[in-house]
């Protein structure tokens, strides 16, 4: 893996890790808002969510537009994809790994 893609899919998982940060991926998954509402559901200052915003900004999932002092947020899962890359990859070597360790436990049983 290239180094850069590397720090993509770190900075998709670090965003993804917090749940507030979830919160409003879930929400801008249903349509674009402003920063406003975005905080409104959250007892936190405009300030704190200001940073999470831009933690995912950083990590390529939130785009946002500004049209004099209002600021649209839309989701963006592009760079979701590396990270489902990523654990499509662990998840077919914990499956084979796992069919194996079936497979030897069942010869086991049929030579004892």
């Known amino acids: 893996m290239v180094n850069n893609q ?11 890790a917090d749940p507030t940060r979830r919160a409003i991926i879930a929400r801008l998954a249903q349509a674009p808002c402003g920063i406003s509402e975005l905080a409104a559901p959250f007892d936190m200052t405009l300030a704190a ?10 990590a390529g999932l939130l785009l946002r537009s500004i049209e004099g002092r209002n600021h649209t947020c839309r989701l963006d ?4 994809v590396g990270g489902m890359e990523w654990l499509r990859h662990y998840e ?10 079936v497979t030897a ?3 086991e049983d049929t030579t004892a």
Do not use: C, Y
């Not at 077919?92 to 360790?101: E, G, I, P, S």
């Open 92 to 101: 077919t070597f914990w499956n084979q790994r796992l069919d194996a360790l």
């Open 77 to 80: 899962t592009g760079p979701m």
């Open 6 to 16: 590397g720090a993509q899919l770190d900075a998709v998982f670090h965003a993804l």
């Open 49 to 58: 969510i200001s940073k999470h915003i831009k933690v995912l900004e950083g």
């Open 105 to 107: 436990l069942n010869a």
